[in-house]
């Protein structure tokens, strides 16, 4: 994921991963890396959440 | 004429008698109109539009080019008309003239309605929507997808109008911090075409601006016509930052609309552009909680199979251990037994040799026994004898003595 991924894939991504922890067919390995994937992706969600400064420019 | 009233209080300031109130002004206009034969005309002729029902009545504008007049078909009259007027019909009207004293305003009362066919408006409103859907602007293909969360809307509309502050309200509302440029321009009048296009291409080369707002509040129809003229709705169609426009109320349609990539309804819906920043919020923390779930679930699954693995490969393995110390205590066991009565049939054989042995023994004891009683009986016997031999030898001797003593005695 990147900074341009939109907002949706990241959150299609999160929801894959939930997807794949709830089924249980994965190693603790696995599973340690997926929620480490779903937390940084997360964390790239809040970072794109904080956009603008609340400016009104008149032009 | 009416004189003028000499009560108000601004004829003391003014120089001049001739002094009226809007209310007596307003009586001497309904007068001359009451009075005025050549105003009264069969038909008006014109296009009809702003049709809507109020009170029951059905009100609508008589327009032609510029010029425009109200009209009101009473309810009574509404169902007996020829035509009911709507927005693309050329009609021609007939009804009295009458003048709205409390608010200085004439309208057509209606009694009929003639159809006259397509207004000259619906003319132009078509050609110019296939003059765009010829060039695939209105087809869904050519719309582009609105940006998620865009961090810049630029908004073009009149700066100083509700609009304007509506759409701005609106966008804040949901996304608080999202920043807004305002493009000000005319929407209606001899410069808006030129301002609207002029503001959505300045803000179509702004790399800032991630959305494009056209948007502008109600009013007549004739005003919001603007916003089917093929060149500004060209502009908008043909930018490469997403656009999205909102003109009059609820129901009002523009070919502006119709090409932009996304609709709203009015200006305070223009918020519809950009997400609701608390919905995302929530949706992250949801997002965040269901995946600590899920992960806590997953370990405890992966682990419950490990200790049930683990407990069963335990059980297993004491299981097989207890049935190979139990065959070996069986085992051992037998052995042990064999060998305890091997051991007593040993003991038993050498103990029944034993007293075999000491039976023999004891026999030929007996025997022995039966040997030295007889050699004892005999020596005892032979010992009697002799005993008795020498007791004979003893009284013979001792009567030998006897007789000899008598002998001698007699002698």
């Known amino acids: 994921m990147t900074d341009n991924t939109p907002i949706s894939d990241k959150v299609d991504r999160i929801e894959t991963i939930i997807e794949q922890l709830e089924d249980g067919e994965v190693s603790l390995e696995e599973a340690q890396e997926l929620r480490e994937e779903g937390k940084e992706i997360l964390a790239e969600l809040e970072a794109t959440l904080d956009v603008g400064d609340s400016e009104i420019i008149e032009q | ?91 021609a009207v007939r009804g009295e003239i009458s003048y709205y004293e409390a608010q200085g305003s004439c309208s057509l009362i209606v009694e009929d309605v003639v159809d006259m066919g397509k207004s000259e408006y619906s003319q132009i409103y078509a050609e110019n929507k296939q003059k765009l859907a010829a060039d695939g602007l209105l087809d869904d293909e050519h719309k582009q997808s609105l940006p998620d969360l865009p961090a810049t809307v630029g908004i073009v509309t009149s700066a100083d109008s509700d609009a304007r502050i509506d759409a701005v309200t609106a966008i804040h509302d949901r ?60 502009v908008i169609a043909d930018t490469d930052t997403p656009t999205a426009v909102g003109i009059g109320h609820e129901d009002d349609r523009t070919l502006a609309d119709e090409v932009a990539d996304y609709r709203f309804m009015t200006p305070t819906h223009a918020g519809e552009v950009v997400p609701k920043r608390a919905d995302l919020d929530e949706e992250c923390s949801r997002l965040a909680e269901r995946l600590d779930t899920a992960y806590q679930s997953a370990i405890e699954t992966k682990l419950t199979a490990s200790k049930t693995a683990l407990d069963n490969a335990y059980q297993s393995t004491v299981a097989s251990r207890l049935q190979e110390l139990d065959a070996s205590l069986a085992h051992a066991a037998d052995r042990h037994v064999e060998a305890e009565i091997r051991d007593l049939r040993n003991r038993l054989d050498t103990a029944y040799k034993t007293l075999e042995q000491e039976k023999e023994h004891e026999e030929e004891l007996e025997e022995t026994v039966e040997e030295v009683r007889d050699e004892a009986m005999t020596e005892v016997e032979a010992k009697v004898a002799r005993q008795q031999r020498r007791y004979k030898i003893a009284i013979a001797v001792l009567v030998l003595v006897v007789l000899g003593l008598a002998a001698l005695y007699v002698i």
Do not use: W
Not at chain 2, 23 to 29: M, Y
Not at chain 2, 191 to 217: H, N, P, Y
């Open chain 2, 1 to 91: 004429m009416a004189e003028a009233d000499v009560s108000t209080t601004e004829a003391a300031e003014l120089d001049s008698d001739d002094i009226v109130t809007v209310a007596t002004l307003n009586d001497e206009i309904s007068a001359v109109i009451d009075e005025a034969r050549e105003l009264n005309h069969d038909y008006v002729v014109g296009d009809a539009s702003d049709c809507r029902e109020a009170n029951g009545h059905l009100h609508f504008d008589l327009v032609a080019g510029d010029a425009s007049i109200h009209c009101v078909v009473f309810g009574v009259r509404y169902k007996s008309l020829n035509a009911t007027p709507d927005e693309e019909m050329h009609i």
């Open chain 2, 175 to 234: 996304y608080p911090k999202v920043t807004i440029k305002i493009q000000d321009a005319n929407v209606q009048g001899p410069d808006a075409l030129q301002e609207l296009m002029s503001g959505v291409a300045a803000f179509d080369q702004d790399a800032a601006v991630d959305v494009i707002i056209v948007t502008r509040g109600g009013g007549a129809d004739k005003t919001l016509r603007i916003f089917n003229e093929t060149p500004l709705c060209r």
